[in-house]
């Protein structure tokens, strides 16, 4: 049965309007699903945190005067525990190089054996050429062992010649911030957390 209504047009466009809006359907909100547990979530910041803090680390570094960089590697060595003390270590690593520091630490206090130190405070990647220069060192001073500093990165060249040579390691910038933060060295604890659990091994007990 037709409605005397439908023989005005704006009468069938208001009702085939009024159907569509019927038929819609409103999507539901969808609260945000966390796919970690907090102790993962925890994890992820403290990573996050750590990332931020090595590339913050690694700007002041790399803003340091040579001197001050000597220092500073000096105190990371010692951390470490190479040079016995930083007097020690200082003695031994007091001559000047080319934009860093070149000498030679114990490799434990009692200094049984040493280890011979390199440290470049660059912006470039170190090449190949400076890794076999470096060997030729450790050959005149007669060491099995060198470390290779640098405040930049390490070519893959320079990378597979330390690898061929065998008694170089080499420790760019990232690794450098990342000993920095592991020994603190130039960094201090602003707050700690203690995270704890349940221990089923009490209730089981009970």
Same mark, same amino acid.
Do not use: C
């Given at each position: 049965?037709?409605?005397?209504?439908?023989?005005?047009?704006?009468?069938?466009?208001?009702?085939?309007? %009024?159907?569509?809006?019927?038929?819609?359907?409103?999507?539901?909100?969808?609260?945000?699903?966390?796919?970690?547990?907090?102790?993962?979530?925890?994890?992820?910041?403290?990573?996050?945190?750590?990332?931020?803090? $090595? *590339?913050?680390?690694?700007?002041?570094?790399? #803003?340091?005067?040579?001197?001050? =960089?000597?220092?500073?590697? +000096?105190?990371?060595?010692? #951390?470490?525990?190479?040079? &016995?003390?930083?007097?020690? $270590?200082?003695?031994? !690593?007091?001559?000047?190089?080319? %934009?860093?520091? *070149? /000498?030679?630490?114990?490799?434990?206090? !009692?200094?049984?054996?040493? +280890?011979?130190?390199?440290?470049?405070?660059?912006?470039? %990647?170190?090449?190949?050429?400076?890794?076999?220069?470096?060997?030729?060192?450790?050959?005149?001073?007669?060491?099995?062992?060198? +470390?290779? @500093?640098?405040?930049? /990165? =390490?070519?893959?060249?320079?990378?597979?010649?330390?690898?061929?040579? &065998? %008694?170089?390691?080499? @420790? /760019? /910038?990232?690794?450098?911030?990342?000993?920095?933060?592991?020994?603190? +060295? &130039?960094? @201090?604890?602003?707050?700690?957390?203690?995270?704890?659990? @349940? *221990?089923?091994?009490? =209730?089981? &007990?009970?």
């Amino acid at each position: 049965m037709t409605s005397d209504l439908d023989e005005y047009p704006e009468f069938l466009s208001f009702r085939t309007a %009024n159907r569509k809006s019927d038929t819609q359907e409103v999507a539901p909100a969808i609260a945000p699903v966390h796919s970690e547990s907090p102790d993962e979530q925890l994890d992820t910041l403290y990573t996050e945190l750590s990332a931020a803090l $090595a *590339d913050e680390l690694l700007t002041q570094v790399r #803003a340091l005067t040579p001197q001050q =960089f000597e220092i500073l590697v +000096v105190q990371l060595l010692v #951390a470490m525990g190479y040079g &016995g003390s930083v007097r020690d $270590a200082g003695q031994a !690593l007091g001559r000047s190089g080319d %934009n860093g520091i *070149d /000498g030679v630490v114990k490799q434990d206090p !009692l200094g049984l054996d040493k +280890v011979y130190v390199q440290a470049k405070q660059w912006t470039n %990647n170190v090449g190949s050429q400076e890794v076999r220069n470096f060997s030729g060192s450790l050959t005149y001073h007669k060491a099995s062992k060198g +470390v290779l @500093i640098t405040t930049a /990165g =390490f070519s893959s060249s320079a990378t597979d010649t330390a690898r061929q040579i &065998g %008694n170089i390691i080499l @420790i /760019g /910038g990232d690794t450098l911030a990342d000993l920095m933060i592991q020994y603190g +060295v &130039g960094v @201090i604890t602003r707050s700690t957390y203690l995270v704890k659990k @349940i *221990d089923s091994d009490f =209730f089981e &007990g009970i």
